[in-house]
């Protein structure tokens, strides 16, 4: 009898540490974003999925208060490239430049998508109707809003991260929110594919917001592209900026 009452008793307690073990591990599971811990990919507190949802943020008409020129550098592992943009009202003019040499500069509407290419050596121009690149959010997808800051040109830009596995890609932003409205529409239709922009395109209450710093890694955290604007200025730009010079000529297949 005392032996059949031991072994009760002690099938008894390893039932009642198996559910206080299943307990602990339900209770400290995040269903977001898997576990709680704090991240391991930097010193960011602990990361927040953003919620997906329609983008309600989005003015249901073309809205940009923005007018000025924005400067910023492109660095991949094959090219490094400096830009001049400068936007008024719904027009886009791109300068791009390598090693001081302004070879190529894009006029965008983004209101009728029009795209003016100017090739600036020949004195041609050609004319191509954007086509707008859907990013379409799954599960492969996280957006992580972190609490961090920083100062970048006089502005303070919080950390935003997209991160896709299937992909082995994730983006870092640090972003400002001082009314950038053009820039919604711009990478919808300006280097769409490139996965900083489609990924930007994916973050909820993003309208009015632009990365001022891009940082775009593999999982294994090798860099392999970045953008860092180096110049905002604020200014009324002449709108003989946007049409195509006299001088250049259609090309043409």
Known sequence: MLICKGKTNLRLMVILFFLFYVLMALTSCNPLAGDNKATSIDSAPKPQLAAMTLRTDVPPVFTNNFSGVVQFLEKSLFDTLLYNMYVYKNYIRIDKFRKKDNFESLIINLTENNIYILNHSKHLYSEIKAVEEKANFDSTFKIIKTGNEKNILGKKCK???????????????????????????????????????????????????????????????????????????????????????????????
């Open 159 to 253: 950390q935003w991260r997209v991160k896709n596995v299937k992909e082995n890609t994730e983006v870092t932003y640090w972003v400002d929110s001082s009314n950038y409205g053009f820039f919604y529409y711009l990478i919808k239709v300006w280097n769409s594919t490139s996965k900083p922009n489609k990924y930007f395109q994916l973050i909820s209450n993003s309208f009015n917001c632009m990365p001022l710093e891009i940082v775009e890694r593999n999982l294994l955290r090798d860099i392999k592209s970045s953008i860092n604007v180096t110049k905002i200025e604020y200014a009324t730009v002449d709108t003989n900026t946007f049409k195509v010079p006299y001088n250049y000529t259609l090309f043409s297949n």
